[in-house]
């Protein structure tokens, strides 16, 4: 049987229109719409971002689909199967599917797995990748912090499943994004601290989407927990990248006001 194509569409990191042209064409097009979400008695996040834009066609189906946000194995294998199970039926119909995912499809997305799984379970199935805007380049929108000149580093941090070796990755690299912050709050803060980096540090919830909140001062929040949808950037700064490389930022500002 020829299947038609999968795709895995991202969908920005809240504001509607950082939606691409390619996303809401594809999203537009499909048989079916699949629309994640954390709790079947919570909201999908992918459809609060593409309901205003993306109008259910006569014929288009909205699949909402229940991916637990845990640890446990088991919880992931009982959603993941009674997910194929749904796509499956779908899948032979000849329908096409667009799965629609917070974010890009390839940065920790639940839409990796079946990127990876579907060709297994439908030899010859098409699956193509719409990106979307992350959040990571999305937070240094919002905050005015760029994430990288010239040679500097960019460490990527899914904070939630451990932050055992931070002081080194701060000492490493010049820029971290920390993600999927949970109960480590209070561990990056002792982190923060004991590099001194807590004056270097942002904290953004939610970037671009209604509720978005921005705290430039750490101290300000409290270290119990850190929302699922947030993200603290790192910025040491102390190059200034492809103008001077190791150069003392201050040595080159005065250089160039010199003529130099």
């Not at 032979?92 to 060709?119: H, K, N």
């Not at 699922?228 to 790192?234: H, Q, T």
Request: glycine share 8%; charged share 25%.
């Amino acid at each position: 049987m020829k299947y038609k194509t999968l795709y895995g569409v991202g969908v920005g990191p809240g504001a509607p229109d950082l939606l691409t042209l390619r996303a809401i064409r594809t999203l537009r097009r499909a048989d079916v719409v699949v629309l994640p979400r954390s709790s079947p008695y919570g909201q999908s996040v992918a459809w609060e971002i593409v309901k205003s834009i993306v109008r259910k066609a006569p014929q288009q189906e909205h699949l909402f689909l229940t991916f637990p946000m845990s640890r446990e194995p088991a919880r992931h294998i009982d959603a993941w199967n009674l997910a194929f199970g749904k796509l499956g039926e779908r899948i032979e119909r000849g329908l096409s599917i667009a799965f629609a995912t917070e974010g890009d499809p390839s940065l920790y997305s639940t839409f990796i797995y079946l990127q990876r799984e579907a060709p297994l379970r439908w030899p010859g199935i098409k699956v193509e990748v719409v990106p979307g805007v992350s959040s990571i380049a999305a937070v240094p929108a919002v905050t005015g912090v760029p994430l990288a000149d010239g040679l500097e580093r960019i460490a990527i941090i899914p904070a939630g499943y451990g932050v055992d070796d931070l002081i080194d990755i701060f000492q490493r690299f010049d820029t971290t994004i920390l993600m999927k912050i949970g109960s480590e709050m209070s561990n990056i803060f002792a982190a923060l601290k004991e590099t001194g980096l807590t004056d270097k540090a942002v904290y953004v919830s939610k970037a671009t989407a209604s509720q978005q909140r921005i705290v430039r001062d750490l101290r300000e929040l409290t270290p119990e927990r850190g929302d699922c949808f947030a993200m603290i950037i790192v910025s040491r700064k102390e190059r200034t990248g492809v103008l001077a490389g190791d150069t003392p930022p201050e040595k080159v500002l005065d250089e160039l006001s010199n003529g130099h």
